[in-house]
């Protein structure tokens, strides 16, 4: 029978070998520190960790060796840089801690590499990339024919500010646009599932300029949208059935699977996949 390490002692065990891993892996020089002569140890000191971090040795030690203290995001990511970590070892290192790692800069760049590319060419359903605000990244042909991401904004006299920096975003697309709304049969379910893994997916960019702008301007325009805000629930990225109307297509039924395509989180692929055989037929001949 297996136990469940309700006091988090093997993930501070496994806390305490992953930072003496880390530390054993950095050379003085590495650090920007003289070699000096001969070390007892291989890679940085305890001591020396420690003031690169700017904190206490003792303290330092004492989250080496696993002992039950809650260090502050600030002082975990300033380790993690003495540490030399990539996104991912600093991403492990937070979540040994219970804490979510910081955003990086470099996790807002999206690249659409060529195994998605293909794979979007393939796929026999609607695919479509956006990242943590909905800002579409990427899509297939099917997804565009679905959602025509490229039109459905205003142009020229009737293209307000908010227009102009949303219009390539689904969230403000769906609140937005009289024909997205159409497009769902069961709006208001849809609407607040979709509000609700936004609000979860974004806890950790609330202080972000572009997610206040876009927060401010969906508030601003549509009512629907702030009341489902403000209810404050809260999804997970999750699957779900629903039932669409499209010009094209006409009544279709897709199962819509959402996955992240890496740790960071700072891209969500969407799935529109077919859910029963009449809406495979409406989809065949589009490809």
């Known amino acids: 029978m297996q136990t469940i390490d309700t006091n988090g002692v093997a993930r501070r065990r496994e806390l305490s070998e992953f930072l003496k891993a880390r530390r054993a892996a950095i050379s003085p020089q590495m650090a920007g520190l003289p070699s000096g002569g001969r070390r007892l140890v291989s890679g940085l000191r305890r001591e020396e960790v420690a003031a690169l971090a700017g904190v206490g040795v003792s303290w330092y030690s004492w989250l080496e060796q696993g002992r039950p203290i809650h260090p502050s995001p600030e002082l975990l990511a300033r380790i993690a840089g003495v540490l030399q970590l990539d996104a991912a070892d600093e991403a ?3 979540s040994l801690v219970g804490q979510h790692p ?17 794979l979007l060419e393939i796929s026999p359903c ?38 102009a920096e949303f219009h390539n975003n689904t969230l ?6 009289p024909e997205r709304r159409d497009l769902y049969v069961d709006f208001d379910q849809t609407a607040r599932r979709v509000v609700a893994m936004f609000r979860l997916h974004n806890a950790r960019a609330t202080d972000t300029d572009r997610f206040d702008r876009l927060l401010a301007a969906l508030c601003k325009r549509s009512p ?12 997970v990225l999750s699957t779900f059935d629903m039932r669409l109307r499209h010009v094209d297509f006409g009544d279709i039924v897709v199962n819509s699977v959402r996955l992240r395509l890496d740790t960071t989180g700072s891209a969500i692929a969407v799935f529109q996949v077919p859910a029963n ?6 989809f065949a001949p589009a490809r």
């Not at 955003?103 to 293909?118: H, I, K, Q």
């Open 172 to 177: 403000w697309q769906t609140f937005t646009r």
């Open 92 to 94: 492990y290192l937070f």
């Open 102 to 118: 910081p955003l990086r800069a470099a996790e807002t760049v999206f690249s659409l590499t060529p195994g998605l590319a293909e």
């Open 126 to 163: 609607p695919i479509y990339l956006h990242d943590s605000l909905g800002e579409v990244l990427a899509c297939n042909h099917l997804a565009e024919r679905l959602y025509d991401f490229g039109r459905s904004h205003p142009t020229g006299a009737e293209q307000g500010m908010e227009d």
């Open 224 to 235: 629907e949208f702030k009341r489902l805000w403000e209810a404050r629930e809260n999804e």
């Open 277 to 282: 055989a009449a809406t495979r037929a409406a």
